[in-house]
């Protein structure tokens, strides 16, 4: 039996692929397509998880002096002999990533890039030996590899003192890679200190990349595009490519043909479709591109349990505090497309390519959301339906598991808003507790109008109704003194939500139904035969409950109905 290959979860250095076995998704192209369009300095944006880590690590391994062809043996790369003769294992290269430089305070920040720097340097310390290289260049190399920077202009000036150093030993000039180059004024933006960083950012930047004799040319990456005269002031020949460009589309991410080839190969090719549901959809340039970190762990888990449910990687792998920011502070209007976005519609935007942090506290509410917008679309949370038209793009969510990013965020908002007028809130309770329907009715249709609905669109109706699912669960679960169960196995099926009031012996069994059309009366009679043909309201009878309250709720975009029923259970049941 043929030993597979190991699938490459959290793999960010190149040369472990072919040392360990790892599948690897042939990206090498990347380095022809460099070499053939590069400018001086290039900056790559794309969402988090789609490999921008790994591609910067496998640009170092290519060009870098002393690197093992072997690595690319039987790669795309390999079939352009001439490129791998001129370049392949040529140039001194620096490579950094700054994601881990943060801090809650600038200081912090300010340690943690001297230590990256530091520890790039060190991988340099054969040219403490250099017999090309002065005494007092070498103290200065000496320094850098302790950490020690006497000052913050030496801080600014190290990486272009690095790339003098290593010009001047090998003979050669340098290549700088830097990766996550946006993640300090992500981090110093939450906690306070963005300008310091941004200074300090924009020096280090103009000291290595501007009028740098010693560099033959730098790739930069990261998620958002940062406005030029923020941080790259001044530079010439700067190429940028986003994910809107044709340019380098499809080496960012798995395409329709590597997803299949990787299923086929782990004998998972029969959960393609649902695959593609919950993890495709982007659109860069004129690639449709697969979250890749979402299909290798979709893949490890299809390989060991062939009918493991779709889980939510890429969700799991940040706070999505973006999705909570636009949705909390959401006008009337952009509740509206919310509401389209989730219901599977479009919505068009013009969006500002270009970006500082600072933008997004605009006092006018309009350039604020304008923003919001532009960020979600540049981070992955919205993504292009056909080509843009200059600044004007045509919006979607990209796949189902995105979508359900925005549901969560949508659910967690409604929580705190409702729950957060007390008083209606707890009418809402006692109306459940009681059995006063009308009432229930009159007070959740209070709180759908104020919330964000799913319109009558092509989304499938039980993920129609899973969102009010949601809404009504939220509501219920505030409540801490009730045991409120969702989609609990009762009797010989599983309703929506079961409850239990232990201090009053009361029990409610609610099934929530997707209205079609605005058929409210069909859509409740459906739930209440559901629950009594399904022996829902057992479960409560055997833990004890004298009083059974069953409800059947019927929602349509912003408003419900609801049909009730109930029983007592008589004092001999409790035996």
Not at 439 to 457: C, P, V
């Amino acid at each position: 039996m043929e030993r597979k290959k190991k699938l490459p979860i959290g793999i960010e250095f190149f040369k472990d692929f072919r040392r360990d076995n790892f599948y690897y998704v042939d990206k090498t192209g990347f380095i022809r397509d460099l070499v053939d369009m590069r400018g001086l300095v290039n900056l790559f944006t794309r969402p988090r998880r789609f490999g921008k880590s790994l591609n910067m690590d496998m640009l170092k391994t290519f060009f870098e002096i002393g690197t093992d062809p072997s690595c690319f043996e039987g790669l795309e790369i390999s079939r352009e002999r001439a490129i791998c003769e001129e370049h392949m294992g040529k140039y001194p290269v620096i490579s950094i990533t700054l994601k881990g430089v943060e801090g809650r305070s600038f200081q912090t920040a300010y340690d943690m890039l001297g230590i990256v720097v530091s520890t790039e340097a060190r991988r340099f310390k054969s040219l403490l030996d250099s017999d090309r290289l002065m005494p007092y260049e070498k103290e200065k190399l000496y320094q850098m590899m302790k950490g020690d920077f006497g000052s913050e202009a030496e801080l600014q000036d190290s990486l272009r003192l690095l790339t003098e150093l290593l010009s001047e030993h090998y003979g050669k000039q340098v290549i700088v890679l830097i990766d996550e180059y946006d993640v300090p004024l992500d981090k110093a933006y939450q906690m306070g200190y963005y300008q310091e960083m941004v200074s300090l950012i924009r020096a280090l930047f103009s000291q290595t990349l501007k009028t740098n004799s010693n560099l033959y040319f730098a790739v930069i990456t990261g998620c958002l595009r940062i406005a030029k005269e923020s941080i790259f002031t001044g530079l010439n020949n700067f190429k940028v490519r986003t994910i809107s460009d044709t340019d380098f589309a499809e080496y960012f991410g798995f395409t329709d043909k590597e997803v299949r080839d990787m299923l086929s190969y782990y004998g998972v090719e029969d959960s393609f479709d649902e695959i593609k549901e919950w993890y495709d959809g982007y659109h860069f340039g004129d690639a449709d591109i697969y979250c890749p970190w979402d299909v290798l762990n979709q893949c490890d888990k299809l390989r060991a349990w062939a009918d493991a449910p779709m889980e939510a990687h890429w969700e799991n792998s940040s706070s999505n505090a973006i999705v909570k920011d636009i949705i909390a502070t959401a006008t009337e209007t952009t509740k509206h497309q919310i509401e389209a976005l989730i219901s599977g519609e479009a919505v068009e935007k013009v969006l500002i390519p270009e970006l500082t942090y600072t933008d997004l506290e605009s006092e006018d509410e309009e350039t604020r959301q304008t923003y919001l917008w532009s960020v979600l679309f540049a981070t992955g949370y919205l993504t292009d339906a056909g080509k843009p038209e200059g600044q004007r793009h045509k919006l979607v969510i990209p796949n189902r598991e995105v979508k359900r990013i925005y549901e969560n965020r949508i659910l967690s908002w409604f929580r705190v808003k409702t729950v957060s007028d007390t008083a209606r809130w707890r009418k809402f309770c006692e109306s459940v507790k009681t059995g006063d329907a009308a009432e229930l009715q009159n007070l959740l249709n209070g709180f759908l109008a104020d919330s964000i609905s799913i319109r009558d669109t092509f989304v499938k109706k039980q993920m129609k109704e899973n969102f009010y699912h949601g809404m009504i669960l939220g509501l219920l679960r505030a409540e801490g003194s009730w045991s409120v169960m969702s989609n609990a196995e009762s009797g010989v099926g599983y309703t929506d939500i079961r409850l239990e009031i232990p201090l009053t012996k009361t029990g409610c069994i609610i099934e929530v139904k997707y209205a079609e059309d605005g058929k409210y009366a069909q859509a409740c009679a459906q739930a209440m035969e559901q629950i009594e043909e399904g022996g829902y309201a057992e479960t409560l009878r055997q833990d004890g409950m004298r009083t059974i309250h069953k409800y059947g709720i019927a929602c349509y975009k912003k408003s419900c109905e609801t049909a009730y029923a109930t029983e007592s259970v008589p004092w001999d049941r409790e035996s």
